[in-house]
């Protein structure tokens, strides 16, 4: 049984046991910012070993309970590519920089699945962490990384058939392979750029996530996945460039299928895109921090 605190004295509280003086205590109001705030990134490095359970947790729990398992980080992109060379090129006879068709549209939808998933996950993250989020302290920033960084398993496991493919048609990557890592990290930190923006606002907005899979499916029919960027006009190349997923997919393509060149005007654009979006994310996802615990 709770027995109610009354006042004895003036300046005085007695709530189940001594007495507290009020006038000896130091009281400290705990309220959102209502500047913007520098990010302290020094802090993702005190909390490695949380960022490394949260991706660990994450693919771990990814596929528990499915029937095919892994199976699915193959499923999407096959079944699309089959998808994309009946209608592109067999009816619409889309042109494919000379490579055979499955190989170039499954190239693209490789680098795209990793960024479209790793988007996905990173905009629902502080969501699904709410649990979390509204009881411990820890920077935040780890919950969008950790879901970004998880889908590398997938890509992974996908990246195995394109493997298989390039054997079967005899394509050998040449010397471009080593810039493979450098394309995968743009992919990243793509989604990682736009998911900071997105996941912040859903967590006010829950709008957000339910209008996330029109945005990506909208968003890949403006990007060089089932067609090469030749069929793009001339006049329209420049506002297609700053889609950051273009100078990625094309590089991405060049890296594996020694197809052309990637454009340098669009891939520096892609590259001051990511990072301009980025460190603006990084801004305003720690502007809006100061309000998860309260919303979430």
């Keep these: 049984m709770t027995s109610e605190p009354h006042t004895n004295t003036p300046g005085t509280v007695l709530v189940q046991g001594p007495a507290v ?31 490394y359970f949260f991706v660990w947790r994450d ?28 209608v592109f090129r067999t009816f619409a006879n889309v042109p494919s920089d000379g ?16 960024f479209a998933s790793a988007l ?6 502080l969501v699904g962490q709410s649990h979390l989020i509204s009881k411990v302290y820890f920077p ?10 998880s889908g590398i398993v997938d890509f ?14 005899g394509i050998v990557p040449a010397w471009p392979l080593l810039s493979l890592p450098f394309f995968i990290a743009m992919t990243l930190a793509a989604a990682l750029a736009i998911g900071l923006w997105l996941s912040a606002l859903n967590v006010k907005y829950r709008d957000v996530a339910y209008s996330t899979p029109l945005l990506i499916s909208l968003w890949m029919f403006l990007s ?28 991405f393509r060049w890296a594996l ?16 895109v990511i990072i301009a979006v980025f460190i603006g994310g990084i801004f305003y996802f720690k502007r809006m921090e100061q309000t998860f615990a309260d919303i979430v």
């Design 21 to 51: 003086d009020l006038d000896n205590v130091t009281v400290v109001r705990i309220e959102p910012s209502r500047k913007w705030v520098t990010p302290k990134l020094g802090e993702l490095w005190e909390y490695r070993e949380l960022l």
């Design 257 to 272: 299928l020694g197809s052309d060149v990637p454009d340098p005007v669009s891939l520096a654009m892609s590259t001051v």
């Design 140 to 149: 935040r920033l780890i919950v969008p990384i950790a879901a970004t960084i």
């Design 59 to 86: 693919i771990k729990v990814r596929y528990k309970q499915t029937a095919i398992g892994a199976g699915w980080a193959v499923f999407q992109p096959l079944i699309t590519m089959i998808i994309f060379a009946v």
């Design 224 to 251: 060089p996945i089932a067609y090469p960027i030749s069929q793009v006009p001339d006049h329209w190349r420049s506002l297609y460039n700053l889609n950051p997923m273009t100078g990625v997919v094309t590089g």
């Design 120 to 125: 996905t996950r990173s905009i629902t993250s």
């Design 99 to 114: 490579l055979p068709y499955s190989v170039f549209s499954y190239a693209g939808l490789l680098s795209w699945t990793l």
């Design 156 to 169: 992974a496991i996908a990246f195995l058939i394109l493997v298989g493919m390039m054997i079967w048609y």
